[in-house]
């Protein structure tokens, strides 16, 4: 069964700032994974996804993804983030062809001045 | 990729009673998929609605506690029946797009808060 976790709960980080969020899955097959992030009182946004080829994949709002197999790893990085960052982000890993997703526990990002 | 709206945005309701969610979508989609994110958490699937068919339920969850009517390729409805407090979640319903369905986008979410 697959999985996902999230080891970071809250992270403060510097308007300005890099960011880098953690994100292990485990799953026997080829993964479909996915970065969603949730602003307050709002739905999740889907901000970028893997499924093959280059393992370095860009989204939206300047969000990068790198899949690393070895490391069972998806991490999520934004070189510098702004106050509008702020949320809870969310990973997660499917297995395709119309699959349910399974969900990280989130990690939620704040933003300081 | 696919609007997707829902209806209530939000709602109070007391318990004992039920309340139907509407999720709808700008265009034909195959899959629809019902979560649950109690306060704090995760999202946890409760359904999967294909068109035309039974919906199928996650461990846990049971069609007399949450039905799911799923009449046309761009509507949904999700029941939460007999609601009591631990109730209290954002609801979200999802579509699967892509050739071969495997990326969701999701609704803005229906807050539910049972007294």
């Known amino acids: 069964a697959q999985s996902v976790t999230q080891p970071d709960i809250h992270i403060t980080v510097s308007e300005g700032a890099s960011l880098e969020l953690r994100c292990n899955y485990s799953?026997?097959?080829?993964?479909?994974l996915f970065w969603y992030v949730q602003s307050p009182g709002q739905g999740l946004q889907l901000l970028l996804k893997y499924f093959s080829g280059d393992t370095l994949v860009q989204g939206i709002k300047g969000f990068e993804a790198e899949f690393k197999r070895s490391q069972s790893s998806f991490n999520l990085r934004k070189p510098s983030v702004h106050w509008s960052d702020a949320a809870e982000y969310f990973c997660?890993?499917?297995?395709?062809?119309?699959?349910?997703?399974?969900f990280g526990t989130g990690t939620r990002l704040l933003v300081s001045p | 990729s696919a609007v997707i709206s829902q209806k209530p945005s939000r709602d109070i309701c007391q318990r004992g009673t039920s309340l139907t969610i509407q999720c709808q979508v700008d265009s034909q989609v195959t899959m629809m998929f019902w979560y649950r994110q109690q306060p704090g958490q995760s999202l946890t699937l409760i359904a999967t609605?294909?068109?035309?068919?039974?919906?199928?339920?996650e461990s846990g969850f049971v069609i007399d506690k949450f039905p799911i009517s799923r009449p046309n390729l761009t509507f949904s409805t999700l029941t939460v029946s007999n609601m009591s407090p631990e109730d209290s979640s954002i609801y979200l319903c999802?579509?699967?797009?892509?050739?071969?369905?495997?990326?969701?986008?999701f609704g803005p979410g229906t807050r539910l808060l049972v007294l």
């Open positions: 799953y026997g097959a080829t993964p479909y």
């Open positions: 997660a890993v499917g297995a395709g062809g119309f699959q349910k997703l399974v």
């Open positions: 609605a294909n068109q035309g068919s039974e919906a199928t339920y």
């Open positions: 999802s579509v699967a797009e892509g050739t071969g369905g495997e990326t969701q986008y």
